[in-house]
Every structure is written in C-alpha cells, then in structure tokens.
C-alpha cells in the first residue's frame, strides 16, 4: 500500500503522474481484481468543480450468462484543469458513492460436463425486485478542450448485496445474495483513450454509446450505454 501512495503523491521527480494512476488503477482492477481505498476528503469540495448527472447501462455476460441494466446517478470530482483539459480522475474512496438502481439481472449457467447421473446441471436466476445500492466509483474522465472530444472509464463496486430468485435443475427453487460489479466507458480499462467521443458543450457532456470489449474482456458483451454529465462548481 506504501508503495501506491508514493506514486500518488510524488509530483515533483519526473515521473509521468496521470500515467502512475492510470497503472495502478488497471492493477487495481484488472491485475488483482480489488480496490484500494483511502480515507480521503472528497475532491469534489475544492474550487475545480466536479462533473454530475445520471448514466445509464445495460449490457450481458457470457460465463455465466448474464442479462443486466441498471441507471445511477453520479458526481466526478475534478482533480486537474487548464485550458487545454479537464480530468476527473480518481481511486475507490476519492469520489462519493453512486447511487444505482439495478433494475435487471438475469442469469443463467450450464454445467459443460454431465453429473453421474448423465444430466448437465444447470440453475437460472433473475432479480427478485428492482434495488437501489451504492456503488463505488474507480475510474477516469478526460474531457480535451483542444480536440473537442471525450473519454470515460468507470468500475463501480456495490457495497450492497441484490437478492436473486433462483432455480437449480437439482436442488429446485433457493435465493441468493450476489455483489454487484459494473463495467462501462469509451474502451477497456486503460483503453478508453483509443475511443474518444465528440462534444459540443464542455460543461454538459452527453453521449449514446455501445462498447464493444476487446479479446481481453472476451467474457464481456456489448455495453449499451447513455449519459448526461453537467459540470458543476
């Protein structure tokens, strides 16, 4: 943990600052599959503003099979501006908890390989009501005053269990609790660069996006995706 706080906060060597942040975020989430988190006070209370409005996601998963959508509200605090960018960049504990609505969550697995009694064990799952969890927030915003353009990449991590009504081809019908992750932007972790989006008004970013992840997200599906981010002070 020493070591990423040294990285955070060494500006004054040499060293690449926002690509430290990008590389221990993508460890973060893609390496070790955690989040670091820190006791920090928002950035969002300094004078740079932050970025605020809803998203909504919907996407599927192949492994188990997985339908969902859901639609949360957000606040990104900015943390770098010049007249060139603004960037709201930020680890799990430097930016508030979204609040998302899970309004879907369909899934549905096969075993490959027949149990001893010759059958393919399989169990189906969908969401026993429509919740509202907090979620969160890991990610980056980057909005190119020059270029004109955008990108986005967001994990969000519920801190709230959903309650899953299931049915197992075995066992029959059982509930379960299942922790809920998302995934969305303009590209793969650390990727998000290679598919910046247009915009005409830098203090009000919308967009209507699939993502499409690449061989490195092969158990991922199409990420359909809308938001609508007004900058605030």
């Given at each position: 943990?020493?070591?990423h706080?040294?990285?955070?906060?060494?500006?004054?060597?040499?060293t690449?600052?926002?690509?430290?942040?990008?590389?221990?975020k993508?460890?973060?989430?893609?390496a070790?599959?955690?989040?670091?988190?820190?006791d920090?006070?928002?950035?969002?209370?300094?004078?740079?503003?932050?970025?605020?409005?809803?998203?909504?996601?919907?996407?599927?998963?192949?492994?188990?099979?997985?339908?969902?959508?859901?639609?949360?509200k957000?606040?990104?605090?900015?943390?770098?501006?010049?007249?060139?960018?603004?960037?709201?960049?930020?680890?799990?504990?430097?930016?508030?908890?979204?609040?998302?609505?899970?309004?879907?969550?369909?899934?549905?697995?096969?075993?490959?390989?027949?149990?001893?009694d010759g059958?393919?064990?399989?169990?189906?799952?969908?969401?026993a009501?429509?919740?509202?969890?907090?979620?969160?927030?890991?990610?980056?915003?980057?909005?190119?005053?020059e270029?004109?353009?955008?990108?986005?990449?967001?994990?969000?991590?519920g801190?709230?269990?959903?309650?899953?009504?299931c049915?197992h081809s075995?066992?029959?019908?059982?509930?379960?609790?299942?922790?809920?992750?998302?995934?969305f932007g303009?590209?793969?972790?650390?990727?998000?660069?290679?598919?910046?989006?247009?915009?005409?008004?830098?203090?009000h970013?919308?967009?209507?996006?699939?993502?499409v992840?690449?061989?490195a997200?092969?158990?991922?599906?199409?990420i359909?995706?809308?938001?609508?981010?007004?900058?605030?002070?």
């Open positions: 943990m020493k070591l706080a040294d990285l955070l906060s060494d500006r004054t060597n040499g690449n600052y926002k690509t430290l942040r990008r590389q221990v993508s460890l973060a989430v893609v070790c599959g955690c989040i670091f988190s820190f920090a006070t928002y950035a969002q209370s300094s004078d740079l503003g932050s970025y605020q409005g809803t998203i909504k996601v919907s996407g599927t998963e192949v492994d188990p099979q997985v339908s969902y959508s859901a639609s949360l957000i606040s990104l605090p900015v943390t770098d501006r010049d007249d060139e960018s603004i960037t709201a960049e930020f680890l799990s504990g430097e930016a508030p908890n979204a609040t998302v609505l899970i309004s879907q969550w369909d899934e549905a697995h096969t075993e490959k390989s027949a149990g001893s059958k393919f064990a399989s169990y189906k799952c969908k969401l009501a429509p919740k509202e969890i907090p979620m969160t927030p890991t990610g980056v915003l980057n909005v190119d005053l270029e004109h353009t955008h990108t986005l990449s967001l994990t969000l991590l801190t709230a269990d959903v309650e899953l009504n049915v075995t066992s029959g019908a059982y509930k379960e609790k299942k922790g809920i992750a998302l995934y303009t590209g793969s972790p650390g990727m998000q660069d290679e598919h910046p989006l247009p915009f005409s008004d830098a203090a970013l919308t967009a209507n996006y699939t993502l992840p690449g061989a997200e092969e158990n991922l599906g199409p359909v995706q809308e938001w609508d981010l007004r900058l605030t002070q």
